[in-house]
Structures are given as C-alpha cells and as structure tokens.
C-alpha cells in the first residue's frame, strides 16, 4: 500500500471524530497542514491496519490531531496533523 | 524535458500510481520542476471534486524521485535505484487543486545525509501557490 494512503486512512479516522463531535452529518473537514509524518514500514497484502487517532488541541474550526497506523501492534507510519472544519448548512432546520 | 515514457524508466510507478505527467525542468540531483494535469476522468475523481491532498504530498515525492534517480543514471546509466518516500515535515495546504488544473510541482534538495535526502517542495496552479513543505526521501543505488 502506497505511504500516502496510510495518512489517508488517519485522516479519515480523525474526520470521523470530527464527525462526532459536531451534530452528525453536517460537517466536512479539510486537511490544513502536515508535521512530523514518517513511513516506517511498508504494509503489504494481507496486512490489517490499524489507524489510531488522538485530538490534540482545537481552536476555533482547527483540530489538531496525532496519529498513528499500527500493523500487529507495530507503528508502520505516524504523523501530526491539522483539519479544518467547515459546518454545511444543508435545508432547514424545523 | 522528460515526457511520461522518460519518466516510467526512471520511477517504478506506473498507470494508477503515476502522479506526475511531464518534467519540465531539471537539474539532476538538485532540482526540478514537474507537471500534472488533472483530467476530470481519473479515478480519484471519484465523488468529489478535489486533488487529495495526500496524493498532492505523492506527486512531488515523484518529482523528488526523478530528481534522485536522474543523476544516478547520469553517472551510470545501468544503474538500479531504488527511493522511498519516508516522511513530511511542516507540510501546509492552502487548497486543493480542482478538476481541470495544471499543478506545477517545484522540488529542491535541501539536505542530504547518507541515504536520506531532505526536499524544500512547492506547488503551484498558475502563479498561486497552493501548498508547500518539506519531504524526506530514502534513495539507495546500486551500480
């Protein structure tokens, strides 16, 4: 599996999270910056990855995350990373 | 300049994973400035609209490679090499390139200890600059 797509997976885990914080089904989050992002192993066929997210800190719409994807207990890659938040106005509310 | 054929036998990617197009500048184990147009049918088109950002953080790695992998086969041109994207460091996105774009990808070798080759990257649609950041990769030869 390609190194990007395991950050992918974090950051899917982590607008997931976001997700849940905010009334379900009314936000999006868009990635604003990446830090400290290491590929420490490969991840092959048959591997099951594991991705762990953790909220750092939030200001205003910026949610700071920390991230990990662990293959059998193992870190294969880890980062720092920063969502935006955007909350979709979609119909009404009655 | 280096056209998509120049390019698949310098990099191991190939059709869905190959994320840049062209080479337009290059200065071998230095830097260069690399393409990719965005056609709206390619597959991570695929509801919605947007280049992701990981795959953006990708096609620079790739420029990066070719870089890399330009002047080991300046030196030897049977050379085998083989890179590794190993890591980002304070990476920012301004936005994300849409459909229909050209991405202009500028990578410079800033650092270079052992194997492991530090890259200041930027990216480009037209004069705005819409991300940019440092990447580390792994390139190892063998001759």
Not at chain 1, 15 to 27: A, M, N, P, Q, W
Not at chain 2, 26 to 40: H, R
Not at chain 2, 111 to 139: C, D, N, W
Request: aromatic share 8%; with cysteine; hydrophobic share 40%.
């Amino acid at each position: 599996m390609p190194g990007v797509m395991t950050l992918e997976g974090m950051i899917q885990s982590a607008l997931l999270l976001i997700d849940e914080l905010y009334s379900r089904g009314k936000v999006t989050g868009s990635l604003e910056k990446v830090d400290r992002l290491k590929f420490k192993k490969p991840v092959v066929p048959g591997d099951r990855v594991e991705f762990q997210v953790q909220l750092i800190s939030q200001e205003n719409y910026l949610h700071r995350f920390k991230g990990k994807a662990l293959v059998e207990g193992a870190t294969a890659a880890e980062a720092d990373f920063t969502l935006k938040a955007s909350i979709r106005e979609v119909g009404f509310e009655l | 300049m280096m056209e998509s054929r120049d390019i698949q036998k310098l990099l191991p990617h190939r059709y869905p994973f190959l994320l840049i197009d062209r080479i337009i500048e290059i200065e071998p184990g230095k830097k260069g400035v690399g393409l990719k147009n965005l056609t709206g049918n390619e597959w991570f088109f695929q509801g919605h609209s947007f280049y992701p950002p990981n795959l953006l953080l990708e096609s620079l790695a790739q420029v990066g490679g070719v870089v890399l992998a330009s002047k080991a086969r300046e030196e030897n041109p049977q050379a085998t090499v083989q890179g590794l994207f190993v890591g980002v460091s304070d990476f920012t996105f301004r936005r994300c390139p849409a459909q229909g774009e050209q991405v202009r990808l500028k990578v410079e070798v800033i650092q270079s200890l052992a194997s492991i080759y530090k890259f200041s990257t930027e990216a480009f649609v037209e004069e705005e600059k819409i991300a940019g950041g440092q990447l580390l990769l792994s390139f190892v030869r063998t001759s």
